[in-house]
């Protein structure tokens, strides 16, 4: 039974192949970055108020040039079809039913156009741009063409730091099933299953293209060696000019380039550090947040991720200046754990505990919690 997302960790590793979890659950080095995501929450109690009449609640609040029911969505993360079968499109039918967007990775397995087909409610797509024009060109007219008005840039990843967990087990290494890989997967046998059913993983969006290779493991290596180690603020020019809908750079972790963002004609940006995936001793996103914000002092959406595990975490984001969160591995672990129903659970159970929170706070509204702002919370001593 899947009471909260740590629950769910726990029935996903289980039922993974360890080169799996471990490529989601895992972080940069030493991991030390990591593990801010989650201990800085701390930093901040939450301010209670009594005798409030809280029976009519909403947690409908407005990011991302739409009011939204929930004030959390689904973000890009790579390779959800190795998770469950036909993950993102599992995971894309329980974003709808929620009535929140999913951002689609680069690195999926199911191309925009399968999620497009297979799938209703909002599609927004994560684009890593890659060294060769006709592959950057042929993602974003797959963008266009799938009725994707939200793009995000991921901007903090051009050179790919050390996860030494992937590389004790070959993630993007190994190109093929390797006795020690193929043991690893048959232990799980219900995983095995899962995906036999499902058909060979491929990347969805290179899969025609012969130079890639066959089959996920082989594919996403070459992905990951073509990603642009040039990406500067002229491509963002660019993409803002070629991009005719709304742009948010995600990986912002910094005043300067926040408000570089903005200059650059960005609609939104995501303070992030890659889930602590990517610079080691990097601050955590919630330590970052209350700066940045003050910096843009509302002038952009700023949404957040890495690190978001109870409602309590989104409420903290919120008050300290986020439109909106992003979760990652939170929604991942319930996919893996049990499909379309676990991701299902996992946003469930997250609008429950901000519901609650906001009322035991004496709050009735996530608009009632944003104009309160920082007020909202106490500085933990």
């Keep these: ?33 990591l593990a801010a995501n989650r201990a800085d929450f701390g930093r901040w109690n939450l301010r209670q108020r009594v005798l409030v009449d809280t029976s009519r609640r909403t947690l409908a609040t407005r990011f991302l040039g739409a009011e939204r029911p929930l004030p959390f969505m689904l973000g890009p993360v790579g390779y959800l079809g190795l998770y469950a079968g036909h993950g993102e499109i599992l995971a894309a039918r329980a974003a709808a039913a929620a009535g929140i967007p999913l951002a689609l990775s680069t690195f999926s397995i199911a191309s ?104 996920a493991l082989e594919q996403a290596g070459h992905l990951a060696r073509r990603i642009d180690t040039r990406l500067n603020w002229a491509d963002v020019a660019w993409l803002r ?16 380039d926040a408000l570089a963002a903005r200059e650059a004609g960005a609609d939104a940006i995501v303070v992030s550090n ?8 990097a601050p955590s996103t919630i330590a970052m947040l209350p700066e940045i914000a003050e910096a843009l002092a509302g002038t952009l959406d700023i949404l957040v991720d890495s690190g978001f595990r109870r409602g309590a975490d989104i409420v903290k984001a919120l008050a300290l200046g986020a439109s909106g969160v992003m979760l990652g591995r939170a929604y991942v672990y319930g996919l893996a754990a049990a499909g379309e129903a676990g991701v299902a659970r996992i946003i469930a159970h997250l609008a429950e505990e901000v519901d609650l929170t906001l009322a035991l706070m004496g709050l009735t509204s996530v608009a009632e919690l944003k104009a309160l702002g920082p007020a909202a919370l106490r500085p933990r001593g």
């Design 274 to 281: 890659h889930g602590g995936r990517q610079l080691d001793g």
């Design 112 to 215: 925009l156009a399968t999620l497009r087909a297979r799938t209703a409610g909002e599609l927004h797509f994560q684009l890593y741009v890659l060294n060769d024009p006709a592959v950057r060109d042929e993602l974003i007219e797959a963008a266009l063409a799938a009725g994707v008005t939200t793009l995000f840039l991921t901007v903090d990843t051009a050179v790919t730091s050390v996860r030494e967990r992937d590389m004790r087990n070959g993630f993007r290494a190994v190109t093929h099933i390797t006795p020690r890989l193929g043991a690893s997967m048959l232990a799980r046998p219900f995983w095995c299953l899962d995906m036999l059913r499902a058909g060979m993983p491929q990347c969805g969006a290179v899969a025609h293209r012969p130079e890639f290779g066959h089959g």
């Design 241 to 256: 000019q070629r991009w005719p809908h709304r742009l948010v750079l995600k990986g912002i972790l910094s005043v300067e």
């Design 1 to 33: 039974m899947l009471i909260n997302v740590e629950d769910a960790r726990r029935a996903a590793r289980r039922r993974l192949p360890k080169i799996f979890f471990d490529y989601i659950d895992g972080g940069a080095f030493a991991e030390e970055t």
